[in-house]
Structure formats: C-alpha cells, structure tokens
C-alpha cells in the first residue's frame, strides 16, 4: 500500500467510508497510519503447578466487539469463585486451576469463534470496492424486536456470564431463557452477517491488489 502512495490510500478509504469526505486528506504522512496486527488465540493448557493464566494471558481476543476486558474480569470472578477458599487455606491443588480452565474455556472458544465470523465479513468490505453496504440479512433481524437488545447483552454480558459467589442470582427458571433467547438471537446475527458478507462476495468481484 505505501508503494501506491498516500493518495492512493485516501482513495481507498473514501471508497470505503465515502461519509468521511475530504477528512482523508488530514492524512499527510504515513506516521499518522498505523498497522494493527490482531491474533485470536488461546492456550491449550492454562495452568501449571503454582501458575494460573486468565485474561489476555490465556486467550488472546481481537478488538471486535471489545469483549476482550468482559471475559478477562469474568475470568477473575470465576477465579475468586472456585479459589479464595482453598487460597485462605492452603489447600490450591492443580485440579482446582484446571476447574478455572474448564469452567471459561467455552465461553471463551464461543466468543472467538464469533469474532472469527466478524473478521470474515471485514475482510469482504475492505476487499471490495464502493462504500459498505450493510447485508439485508443484517437489516432483518435488527428488525426483530428485542434483537438488537438482546443481542447486546449477549456481546456485553458473554455466553456464559460469571457472578460473585453468594451475590443474588436469577431463579433458574428466568436465567435460561435468558440465555437461551440471547444465544439464539446473537447465532442469528452472526449468521446473517456472514450470509450477507457471501452475498456481496459472490456479487461483487475482489479488487486488485
């Protein structure tokens, strides 16, 4: 891209965001632009003897959705939850780390595999020409009502939302249709933007690098 220029650059991104205008052109150096390298990734084992890993230190997240801070402090409250007896006792046995893993593996593996989806559809905005246009698929569902509600708290609360042990927690009852409904709308949503991201890949060619 800096071979082509920085004009060509602004160009790029005015197709991309044509709303922006001539804001581009307060670009006039390429110090100004910065290259983010994102990885998704997590490790296979998340504790050795006197070491636990959570966080960014277990699991790498990418900035979409910015749930990276969520699962780090849902981690911590399942950590405190599972560990600050046997912490106050002296009795923490690598059985009790592995119970931390498993316990926030999933919601982990869930949210990734969301921002995986995610990146799929912005790699299809960047690569092709002409402004974004949002999928119709994606226009349908925020439609539905309670959906983009709902597909909020599924974002900002997690697939598997932690409390402070001996907090007030909902009935059961109340608790799985919340996350019942919250899972299946969010699943709805990211499979409409990945069908509408296909969509305009199939309709549009890529441009040339």
Not at 78 to 100: F, H, I, K, P, Y
Not at 123 to 140: D, E, T, Y
Request: glycine fraction near 8%; charged fraction near 20%; include cysteine.
């Amino acid at each position: 891209m800096q071979s082509r220029g920085l004009e060509e650059f602004r160009h790029v991104v005015r197709e991309i965001a044509p709303y922006l205008g001539d804001r581009v052109d307060e670009l006039k150096d390429w110090s100004q632009i910065k290259l983010l390298t994102v990885q998704i990734n997590r490790l296979r084992r998340w504790h050795r003897p006197g070491l636990l890993c959570i966080g960014d230190a277990a699991h790498a997240m990418s900035p979409a959705g910015g749930v990276g801070i969520n699962l780090a402090i849902q981690d911590a409250v399942a950590t405190a939850n599972l560990l600050a007896d046997a912490l106050r006792q002296g009795r923490v046995s690598e059985d009790l780390l592995a119970q931390v893993q498993r316990r926030r593996e999933f919601p982990t593996r869930v949210t990734q595999q969301i921002q995986v989806f995610a990146h799929r559809g912005m790699q299809a905005i960047f690569r092709n020409p002409g402004p974004s246009v949002a999928p119709w698929q994606l226009k349908l569902v925020a439609q539905i009502p309670l959906a983009p509600h709902l597909n909020a708290r599924l974002i900002g609360m997690g697939v598997r939302p932690e409390h402070i042990k001996g907090a007030r927690k909902k009935s059961a009852f109340e608790g799985l249709c919340t996350k019942s409904v919250a899972i299946a709308i969010g699943v709805m949503t990211a499979a409409a933007v990945l069908g509408g991201c296909l969509l305009q890949s199939n309709r549009r060619r890529p441009a040339p690098l």
